[in-house]
């Protein structure tokens, strides 16, 4: 099983190539919840109880490369998350 430093550094090596399924995966397994708009819009909100930081990421569709700017944020929240850990 991968730890949160597995995690993290796998999102910084392939922050260019980082599919939105992908970190979705990642974030629900580490407990994030995930909401979205009603009406089924391209914003995705992502909170963990840990953490006071929300992460957006921006998807229109589930196969969709992310952007590395969303990849580089998920990485930030991941390591905030791990110091309070």
Known sequence: MFTLDD?????LQ???SIRFRELQKVLL???FA????RRGGS????KHPAAN???VLVSHGTNDLLPEYQVMKAAKVLRILKEKT
């Open 29 to 31: 397994d580490l407990g």
């Open 43 to 46: 914003h995705y909100v992502f």
């Open 14 to 16: 392939r922050r260019r």
């Open 34 to 37: 995930m909401r979205q708009q």
């Open 53 to 55: 930081d929300l992460l």
């Open 7 to 11: 995690r993290i550094a796998d999102l």
